[in-house]
């Protein structure tokens, strides 16, 4: 996944055969010119510039151009850690972003449905009833749960601590629904 998010971040490209035809346009076109002029003599002209360009100091354009490449390395060293930290984050997002889509949700589901199968058990124990029978019972508090802002692991929760201290399902269901409605009319 970094790979692809890295791929989108920075894309550079060179195509280097359309460089190289480029190049080879350049060059035919420079032929033609050389060609079309007569060089004839050019040769003491060269070298009359030559001993003149011997002569001039080009200290100056020296040190110009070294300041110059200086800043190019600054600015490249300042393009490459901006580039870096982009990534970076961008990394970082998507390990969060994937996450939070899947191992936390994950986690969260079974925790409530551990919880729903120890409050199923502790009822099955302290009732005696059968397992469809808990089914029904359980159905019922869901409704419940659906019609309130009261949780229905909590419901059951409750129910099967009641139920473990020696209350009777039965009248245990219409006291857990009559608090849960006082709860969601507190708000």
Do not use: H
């Not at 020296?62 to 870096?84: N, P």
Request: hydrophobic content about 35%; charged content about 20%; overall charge neutral.
């Amino acid at each position: 996944m970094s790979k692809t998010i890295d791929e989108k971040v920075v894309e550079m490209r060179f195509d280097n055969r359309q460089f190289e035809q480029n190049v080879g346009t350049t060059m035919s076109t420079l032929d033609k010119f050389k060609a079309k002029l007569n060089f004839n003599g050019a040769t003491k002209g060269l070298e009359n510039i030559n001993t003149s360009a011997s002569k001039v100091d080009l200290s100056g354009i020296t040190t110009s151009v070294a300041t110059v490449s200086q800043k190019f390395s600054a600015m490249e060293i300042i393009g490459i850690t901006a580039l870096t930290n982009i990534t970076n984050s961008a990394i970082e997002a998507g390990k969060t972003l994937v996450k939070a889509l899947t191992i936390d949700n994950v986690a969260e589901g079974w925790s409530k449905y551990n919880q729903e199968t120890q409050s199923t058990q502790a009822l099955m124990n302290a009732t005696g009833k059968s397992m469809e029978e808990i089914e029904a019972i359980l159905k019922q508090l869901r409704w419940y749960s659906d019609e309130t802002s009261y949780g229905f692991t909590d419901m059951t929760q409750a129910l099967a601590t009641m139920a473990a201290s020696g209350g009777k399902v039965e009248n245990l269901i219409p006291l857990i629904t009559r608090s849960s409605k006082c709860y969601s009319s507190r708000g």
